[in-house]
């Protein structure tokens, strides 16, 4: 992830207030990780490839490790090329 969109998405975070500390630890310090797309799959069996899932972006705390997942659609953060695929 290059340091652009890296800033961008912790802009976002700031600006939808998830800054708090970790609900773990309590430490204040966190790392975004990367961006990934959670792969849903079906409870009752079976296995789905190419099947739907969440962008998300992975931020994890500088102390305990804890990870937290936010959707890059509740960011309006979804790249450009994800946005094609759903239309
Ligand atoms: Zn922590």
């Given at each position: 992830m ?66 937290w ?7 309006n ?11």
């Amino acid at each position: 992830m290059d340091q652009t969109r890296l800033n961008e998405l912790a802009s976002a975070l700031q600006r939808k207030g998830a800054s708090k500390p970790c609900d773990r630890c309590g430490h204040s310090q966190f790392s975004i990780i990367d961006e990934t797309l959670l792969t849903m799959q079906p409870l009752t069996g079976g296995f789905v490839v190419g099947g739907g899932g969440v962008p998300a972006v992975v931020v994890a705390c500088n102390n305990c490790g804890n990870i937290w997942h936010h959707a890059l659609g509740a960011l309006n953060m979804i790249p450009p090329e994800l946005k094609k695929d759903a239309s």
